[in-house]
């Protein structure tokens, strides 16, 4: 689970979804909780480094955790079918937490990953139970959220999953801040959007195996 975690920092890197030591990531596993820790550069992270804890949040081993270790407790509690939360903080995705309360199903791939409507949670600092709170509630069953002036968080089955839904976030944000700017666009209705979600949890997913 640690090397997952190095492999996935240097991912989001590489992908410009952050900069300096913002952002984190973490793996459920059996009953450990694998996180980034806090304020260590990725390019310096070592699997040593990686922070455990358990489900309620005890510190077991590596540095101290993430500060968004709450908000990852709580939708591992909430959501019994995610093991990778990534947490990163994109142009795209963030700008449409400014001026938007959702983004709306506008494309197939968005849909079937994410869910058809991506909800931006409301405001609350960073670290808090209150953010925690926020993002579970407007998270619901889909595998991405909108951070109000802050950023993005996707969630995954397994890391895979989790990383994907992040650039397929971050592209869908873009095409509607285009859309948005040209001032005319279509969507997908909702029986479609619906459609399209359920076909992609039922039959089109791919799941690692050693996921719990």
């Given at each position: 689970m640690k090397k997952k975690i190095l492999e996935a920092s240097k991912f989001i890197v590489e992908n410009g979804l952050v900069k300096g030591t913002w952002g984190n990531i973490s793996i459920r596993y059996e009953d450990k909780i694998y996180i980034t820790p806090s304020g260590i550069p990725y390019d310096i992270l070592t699997e040593d480094m990686i922070s455990v804890v358990d489900l309620r949040g005890n510190h077991l081993e590596g540095l101290k955790p993430s500060s968004e270790l709450p908000t990852h407790l709580e939708i591992y509690r909430t959501r019994e079918d995610v093991n990778a939360i990534v947490h990163t903080h994109p142009i795209f995705s963030t700008t449409v937490s400014l001026v938007a309360d959702y983004i709306p199903p506008l494309i197939e791939d968005s849909v079937m990953i994410l869910g058809s409507k991506?909800?931006?949670?409301?405001?609350?600092?960073?670290?808090?139970?209150?953010?925690?709170?926020?993002?579970?509630?407007?998270?619901?069953?889909?595998?991405?959220?909108?951070?109000?002036?802050?950023?993005?968080?996707?969630?995954?089955?397994?890391?895979?999953?989790?990383?994907?839904?992040?650039?397929?976030?971050?592209?869908?944000?873009?095409?509607?801040?285009?859309?948005?700017?040209?001032?005319?666009?279509?969507?997908?209705?909702?029986?479609?959007?619906?459609?399209?979600r359920n076909k992609y949890l039922n039959s089109y997913r791919q799941i690692e195996k050693d996921v719990r």
């Open positions: 991506i909800l931006v949670a409301e405001y609350a600092l960073a670290g808090t139970e209150d953010l925690a709170i926020n993002v579970v509630k407007a998270l619901g069953n889909n595998n991405a959220v909108l951070l109000k002036n802050h950023g993005l968080i996707t969630v995954g089955v397994d890391i895979k999953e989790a990383l994907t839904a992040s650039l397929v976030c971050e592209k869908t944000a873009e095409i509607y801040l285009y859309a948005l700017n040209i001032g005319k666009f279509s969507t997908l209705s909702e029986e479609d959007a619906i459609m399209l």
